[in-house]
């Protein structure tokens, strides 16, 4: 099991008081598989993911991404987690503004040590952005900031990804060929894709689906 998600709880304080969102979640992902997380807002749906990628912590149980405890590592050892073992995708593309297309692409990658120009050529034809490699985040479309967010990611070639919403900024014919190549190329890195979307149809296209409500898997 790459990733395995064992009772895990959390909570947030509010003026109201604790405020419930995950409760004793069990869930689990095979290497070289694809698991879609749908469910409705506020059902816990990011909180998961972000816990997943170590940029929070669980109140109770228990994440092991690889076979390691998840919770036993500091930020240092969190950051390296999400460098080499676990990459991002996020709705927001979080691109580095100051970095044109060639430089967001091989960034965590070369952060990782593992900057492979055979590979970021191959990406770079994979996703169309052959044309745009000297350009600024600024200058790109939404879908070519998100072809560019899903190729950074993948350029360092990550055990698992996790990805909150990754075509939901994109209209339905682009968010479709997005997620296409997106499995196509998750199939040849040998990742595996935790994706968490609203969309029941896309979830469908996976090799599983999760259904998320009020903090529980339904």
């Known amino acids: 099991m790459l990733i395995a998600l064992q009772k895990v709880s959390k909570s947030y304080r509010t003026a109201e008081g604790p405020l419930e969102v995950l409760r004793e979640v069990d869930l689990g992902l095979e ?8 469910g409705e807002s506020g059902s816990g749906k990011s909180t998961l993911l972000h816990l997943a990628a170590g940029l929070d912590h669980p109140d109770s149980g228990r994440i092991e991404i690889a076979g390691q405890d998840i919770s036993q590592l500091n930020d240092v050892g969190r950051a ?27 960034f965590h990658a070369r952060l990782a040590g593992r900057y492979n120009s055979a590979w970021q050529s191959e990406l770079v034809e994979q996703l169309g952005l052959e044309a745009l490699l000297k350009r600024y985040p600024e200058q790109l479309s939404v879908g070519q900031q998100q072809r ?3 190729g950074r990611t993948l350029a360092a070639r990550p ?5 909150d919403e990754p075509t939901g900024n994109l209209d339905e014919a682009t968010g479709d060929a997005v997620l ?9 890195t040998g990742t595996a894709l935790l994706m968490v979307t609203h969309s029941t149809r896309l979830a469908e296209r996976l090799d599983a689906r999760v259904h998320l409500h009020a903090g529980r898997i339904a």
């Open 148 to 150: 560019v967010a899903i």
């Open 31 to 38: 290497v070289g598989r694809t698991l879609a997380m749908t």
């Open 180 to 188: 296409a190549l997106m499995l196509e190329l998750v199939v040849q």
């Open 159 to 163: 055990k698992l990804v996790l990805a």
């Open 80 to 106: 390296a987690l999400r460098r080499g073992v676990v990459g991002l995708v996020f709705q927001q593309f979080n691109l580095i503004p100051s970095l044109d297309v060639a430089a967001n692409l091989s």
